[in-house]
């Protein structure tokens, strides 16, 4: 059975910092790009980072470039999102996903899913200013 399970969510203020962990199970782990989502109330789901099988290229969506790091550990079969400098803007349900859709265009990285994506059950990210 395929699961991806999210943890290290939480409440933190404007500026601060939280690592996100999805811990997964089911599949091989190491021949999977992988990737993050979020989404708001109200919003639509949206792609925020991925990251190759072996951890050597990285994609970032625009409103979090510089401020996301997405790594893995393939022995562990885990993938994280460290999110630093943290905007009310980010809050959300930010979820772990294995194979989703990826594509730069110009300087711009697009993460998209597809109908082969592998969701979790989402972890809670709220930002106060």
């Known amino acids: 059975q395929v699961q991806l399970v999210e943890s290290g969510g939480g409440s933190v203020q404007a500026g601060g910092s939280l690592r996100l962990t999805c811990a997964a199970s089911?599949?091989?782990?190491?021949?999977?790009?992988m990737g993050w989502f979020r989404q708001a109330p109200g919003k639509e789901r949206e792609g925020v980072a991925a990251?190759?099988?072996?951890?050597?290229?990285?994609y970032y969506a625009d409103s979090v470039k510089g401020r996301f790091t997405v790594f893995r550990d393939n022995a562990k079969s885990t993938v994280y999102l460290h999110m630093n400098s943290l905007k009310p803007e980010d809050t959300a349900m930010y979820y772990c996903?294995?194979?989703?859709?990826?594509?730069?265009?110009?300087?711009?990285?697009?993460?998209?899913?597809?109908?082969?994506?592998?969701w979790g059950q989402g972890t809670q990210v709220t930002v106060s200013s």
């Open positions: 996903a294995a194979d989703p859709r990826y594509f730069r265009v110009g300087s711009s990285d697009y993460v998209e899913s597809t109908s082969a994506t592998t």
């Open positions: 089911g599949f091989t782990f190491s021949r999977k790009f």
């Open positions: 990251i190759s099988v072996g951890g050597g290229v990285s």
